[in-house]
Every structure is written in structure tokens, then in C-alpha cells.
């Protein structure tokens, strides 16, 4: 198993990963948004001998008017593939890319028990808040400690995810539930 960027050649099968591990495609379709309105920020699969199996998407997101941040979703894993370490290897992935590109913050919508073993916390303990309304679900990483603004503010995600026409986005799937992708 291979984790890397994608590459052009990947986007058909990454719709696939998203559309075969959700109960629709709604988030294949969302990355597909992300990628066609270049808010794809940062794009891993993971690649088992040449077939996609996997794939984590971060965009931007603003707070407090800045663009410092990055949201994490979606995280998808092939229905076959889940359980086996690969959404947390992708995970890995972009939060080392996301490090290295000096992105100071993280958050993401998803199990809260799955993302604090990446170091995500509860976004409420620094008065995050997010456009859909989603609390213990709602967590950030801070990259950069003290990048955080000391009096928290609203986290943005793009447009891409109003058009997507739902509640809440989801950050990852086993089967439609966001907790085992690892």
C-alpha cells in the first residue's frame, strides 16, 4: 500500500472510493466540486498495487476572515479496505503535508472517536464554532500552537459544501459511519 498525492489519472477512481463507501455519492460529488472550483487544497490516495482505495480531501477554510486553515473531508476507504489502517495512514498523510505547507489549524466534522488520535479536540474548548451547528462532532488541530484566535470565532467551509446539500458534511466512511476508516 502506497500513500500519495493524486495525480490526474486518479479522479474517476477516487469518485468511485467515495461513492462505494458512502450510502450515496454525495461526497464523491463534493470532491468533485472541491477539485473543478480548485479548492482541492491537498488530495491523498491510497493506491494498493495500482487500484485507488482509498482517498482524504482537505480544503480551505476561513476563521475570523483568514484562510489559515484547512478542513478534512471527506475520508473514504473501499467498503473492503476498512478496518486496515488506511484512513489513518491518509489521515497521517495530509496532516504531515498540511504541517509542512505551514498551515497554522485543521478542524474537522466527524466521530469524536476516531480524530483525537491524531490530536484533534473538541473545538468548543477554544470557542470554535461551525456553520452547522455540530458540537462534540466539531474538532480542531492546531498546527501551529497559538494560531488560534484567543477568542474563537465561526469556521467557514467552502462553498462546495452548501451546494452539497446537506446538514453537516462527514469527514469519513466505513460503511456511512465515520469512525473506522483506520
Given amino acids: ?5 493524486e495525480q490526474p489519472g486518479d479522479v474517476a477512481a477516487i469518485h468511485a472510493v467515495h461513492a ?3 450510502p450515496t455519492d454525495a461526497e464523491a460529488r463534493l470532491v468533485d466540486g472541491l477539485r473543478a472550483g480548485g479548492h482541492l487544497s491537498l488530495s ?3 493506491d494498493d498495487e495500482g487500484r485507488i482505495v482509498g482517498h482524504v480531501a482537505f480544503s480551505p477554510v476561513t476563521l475570523a476572515g483568514t484562510a489559515d486553515g484547512l478542513g478534512l473531508a471527506p475520508l473514504s476507504v ?13 489521515v497521517q498523510a ?8 505551514g498551515i497554522r489549524f485543521v478542524v474537522v466534522l466527524g466521530h469524536p472517536g476516531y480524530y483525537p488520535r491524531f490530536g484533534f ?6 470557542r470554535l464554532r461551525n456553520e452547522y451547528g455540530a458540537d462534540e462532532a466539531f474538532m480542531v488541530l492546531e498546527l501551529r500552537p497559538g494560531s488560534l484566535p484567543p477568542g474563537g470565532g465561526l469556521v467557514r467551509y467552502g462553498a462546495e459544501f452548501s451546494a452539497w446539500g446537506r446538514a453537516e458534511p462527514v ?7 465515520d469512525s473506522g476508516s483506520s
Avoid at 1 to 5: D, L, N, S, T, W
Avoid at 94 to 101: E, I, N
Avoid at 172 to 177: L, S
Fill in 1 to 5: 500500500m502506497v500513500i500519495r498525492p
Fill in 44 to 46: 491523498f490516495v491510497a
Fill in 94 to 101: 495530509g496532516l504531515a503535508a498540511a504541517a509542512s505547507a
Fill in 78 to 90: 473501499t467498503p473492503q479496505h476498512q478496518r486496515t489502517g488506511i484512513g489513518s495512514q491518509l
Fill in 121 to 126: 479536540r473538541r473545538a468548543a474548548e477554544v
Fill in 171 to 177: 469527514a469519513a466512511a466505513d460503511g456511512g459511519r
Fill in 20 to 22: 462505494s463507501a458512502f
